[in-house]
C-alpha cells in the first residue's frame, strides 16, 4: 500500500547492487550500460531482482530503499457535460508471464481486481496545456493509438455536448481490429450523428505489412496539411517511447512535402504549433 513493488528505480537498484556484488548489476548501472538497464526495469520487479542477486537486507533498510507508491495517471476518457457526475478510464490491464509466473502492474490489476461499489483512492493533476480550444468553431486532430484514445472520447462527447461546429478528426491503431478496436461502436454512432467526422484507423497486425498511425497520417498527409493551414489544433496521446517521436517525425514530412519546405523549416512550422498552443501531446 505504500511502497513500490512492482517498478524498479535506479536508486534501488543501486542500493541492491552494493549489497549483491554483480557484473551484470554494474554494467547496467554503467554508462555503457544504458541498454541493459533500460531492458531490466522493463522485463523486472522488485521480487526479480531479489531473486536473481540475492542479498541480505534489513527489513527496515529495504523499506526504506523503496520509493513510496506513486500514483498512475490516466487520462479521463469522459466529459461531465454527457456522463453526469462520474469519471471514465480507459484501462490497460497490465498482466505478462516472467520465469514461469504470472507478473501484473500495480494499478491496473488493482483496478481489475477492485468489484463494482468499491472505494479507491484518487489522485487529480490537472493538465492546462491539452486542452480544447477555447474557439468551437475549430478543428481538432486527434491522434491516439491504444489507450491513447481515452482524451479524445473525453474530447468528442465534450465538443457535441456544447454543439462545437469545429470537425473532429480522430486517428487510432492498435493491433488487431477485432480484438483491439477500442470504443468501436461509439465512433461508429459518433460518425453517423456526425459527432466525429473523420476516422483514420491503422490495425498493425492485421496484414502482412505493419501500419501504425504515422503511416496513416503520411497517406493522408495533404489533408492533414490543410487542417493545420486552417487553424486546426493537433493532439497525440499514447507512448512516449517510440509512437510521439515517429508521430512528430511524419507530422514534420507532411508540412515539408506538401508546404514546400525544407526539413529544417517544416519543424519550424511544427515548433510553432506547439507555441501558439494548437499542437499539444499527452505521453507516456
Known sequence: HEREITRLSRPFLAAHAARAPSDALQHALSAEGREALTRLFAEWQVLDLLR???ARWEPNALLDALRPLQPRLYSIASSRKAVGDEAHLTVAHVEYA???ETRWGAASHFLARAEEGASVPVFLERNERFRLPADPSRDILMIGPGTGVAPFRGFVQEREAVGASG???LVF???HA?????YQTEWQDALRRSALHRLSLAFSRDQAQKVYVQHALREQGREVY???QNGAHLYVCGDATRMAKDVH???????????GLDTDAAGDYIATLAAQGRYARDIY
Open 52 to 54: 536473481a542477486h540475492p
Open 98 to 100: 516472467h520465469g514461469g
Open 167 to 169: 470537425r473532429n478528426w
Open 173 to 175: 491503431g492498435n493491433p
Open 178 to 182: 477485432r480484438s483491439d478496436f477500442l
Open 226 to 228: 490543410d487542417w493545420l
Open 249 to 259: 517525425a511524419a507530422l514534420i514530412e507532411i508540412v515539408a512535402e506538401h508546404g
